[in-house]
DNA sequence: AATGAATGCAACCGCCAAAGC
DNA sequence: CGCTTTGGCGGTTGCATTCAT
């Protein structure tokens, strides 16, 4: 855990100000380019001494924080891509709350950002729905909707050759992030379906990170099918994904505006079903119970405007 | 245009574990 | 072996900005 930093000899740095005088709230200028000069010149570690002999009246810890969600150079900023809250939501899943195990698969992007997104972003949506973020409903929600709508984001991304770029935009070592993210989307295709690669990026290099446990093989399967129904060929259907019903398999289209993929993607103005559905929309089976079409039609998630299931075979 | 609410995010806090002494 | 220091982590807070009325 302790760095690796060889230890600062003592009479290296000027005397230390009084503990009292500890400057507190945001960095101003000065401080960030000595900070900044500092590292370049020492490197980092051993951050109570670092801020003494930098000059800085702050505290070791809040040098450190301040250089490593802020100033550290390959920091990414800007909006998460799909791919990586794709990824994003898929650790959480696994790991939970483990914020720095979870950034260290998203390059350039700090555990304090993904904490953020996490707490403003996906928490909103279960406030909203009314339900604890971390209960097994909102994270089927997740599966069910959210998953499949930047699943489509990554995809219309790699098929339009860009996901390399985008990768690629900073000089952190991206292509971790094609490796983790990429490959574990394929675990949501668990029938026997090919997964069209339209990326050319070989999905059977399968990476470490992998959630099958995570997203049941008899729940959802979004993939791009091999034989899409002509009717789900339109350029308005963006999701296909299918869906156990009562143990009975059904397809499920929807329509998912491309303006944005967090969970407003799915408010009903933004989403409308396609194809049709034989049986009562109540009917239909998420995970345990039936909460979704039960509960949540006064959200914005209403389930009457949002789905309309077909059968397979059909 | 004014203002209150909601949101996003940088920064801080408290706790813990490991290493040093 | 126990105390201190240091670094790391997750949770929380405060404030600037944006949005809605």
């Known amino acids: ?8 000899t003592k009479g290296m740095c000027p005397p230390s100000e009084d503990d009292s005088e500890l400057r507190r709230g945001p960095w101003t200028l000065e401080e960030d380019t000595l900070l900044t000069h500092y590292i370049a010149r020492h490197g980092e570690g051993r951050w109570n001494m670092l801020a003494k002999c930098a000059g800085l009246r702050r ?3 809040s040098c450190r924080l301040r250089w490593l969600n802020y100033l550290k150079p390959d920091i990414k900023r800007g909006n998460l891509t799909p791919q990586e809250q794709l990824l994003i ?11 720095s195990k979870i950034a260290q698969h998203l390059p350039g992007r700090t555990d304090n950002e993904i904490k953020n997104y996490w707490r403003t972003r996906v928490q909103k949506q279960a406030r909203q729905l009314n339900i604890e973020s971390n209960s097994k409903k909102f994270l089927e929600a997740v599966r069910c909707f959210w998953m499949p709508t930047l699943l489509q984001k990554v995809e219309q991304t790699s098929s339009s050759s860009s996901l390399k770029e985008m990768s690629s935009q900073n000089s952190a ?15 949501f295709s668990p029938l026997p379906n090919k997964i069209t690669d339209r990326s050319n990026h070989s999905f059977e290099n399968s990476s470490s990170v992998t959630s099958q446990s995570l997203y049941p093989t008899d729940f959802i399967n979004t993939s791009e099918q091999t034989e899409i129904p002509e009717h789900l060929t339109s350029p308005n259907v963006y999701g296909h994904a299918t869906v156990y019903n009562n143990n009975q398999i059904v397809n499920a289209s929807y329509n998912i505006d491309s303006s944005g993929y967090d ?13 049709s559905y034989e049986g009562s929309p109540s009917e239909c089976q998420m995970g345990e119970g039936n909460w979704i079409c039960n509960e949540m039609t006064d959200t914005l998630w209403n389930m009457d405007d949002i789905w309309q299931f077909r059968e397979l075979g059909e």
């Open 263 to 275: 969970m407003e993607g799915f408010s009903l103005a933004s989403m409308s079903a396609v194809g």
């Open 59 to 61: 505290t070791g810890k």
């Open 1 to 8: 855990m302790r760095s690796a930093m060889p230890p600062v």
């Open 173 to 187: 070592p991206s292509d971790q992030l094609l490796d983790c993210a990429i490959p574990s989307l394929s675990t």
């Open 89 to 99: 939501l898929e650790l959480h899943s696994k790991w939970g709350n483990r914020w």
